[in-house]
């Protein structure tokens, strides 16, 4: 089976205590990650102050030596704390996340009223390493008559 992203911190920050009042203070923070086969899929929460804002993540596999940016999209409705939006990414990694040895880092930026605002995890940054998965265990071989039914007339 493919590797697996294993996030180095709690993947679901937006289930944490305190999480609405960090993104009070921060106007930006990761809600939470999922590894896909398709990629790393996740939702960032920002604080609303103003209708037209943009929000995108910032990513490397290769420890910044080059990066790439993939745009997060409004998801609506928004939360009921009427105060916030949620965006949704798909940070599509490809064949560069089939190698066991992994490192993907990223950060989350929002623009908004001509200010700018990072989420990078108190400047760690987020990251995630590539595990191996093991297989299921299988069982002893089965007789494939074993279960059939004999019928004596």
Request: hydrophobic content about 40%.
């Amino acid at each position: 089976p493919p590797p697996l992203l294993e996030p180095l911190f709690p993947p679901q920050p937006g289930a944490s205590p305190g999480f609405a009042e960090r993104v009070r203070q921060h106007k930006v923070r990761l809600e939470w990650v999922r590894a896909e086969p398709a990629g790393l899929r996740g939702a960032v929460r920002v604080l609303n102050l103003a209708y037209e804002k943009v929000v995108s993540v910032r990513y490397t596999l290769n420890g910044w030596a080059s990066c790439a940016e993939a745009a997060a999209t409004y998801q609506p409705p928004g939360p009921a704390d009427g105060t916030t939006d949620r965006f949704a990414f798909l940070l599509p990694l490809g064949a560069a996340a089939a190698a066991a040895e992994t490192a993907l880092e990223f950060a989350v930026r929002y623009r908004v009223a001509g200010a700018e605002y990072w989420d990078n995890n108190e400047g760690k940054n987020y990251r995630l390493r590539g595990r191996q998965r093991v297989p299921p265990a299988h069982g002893p071989p089965q007789d494939p008559d074993s279960s059939a039914w004999i019928h004596f007339i």
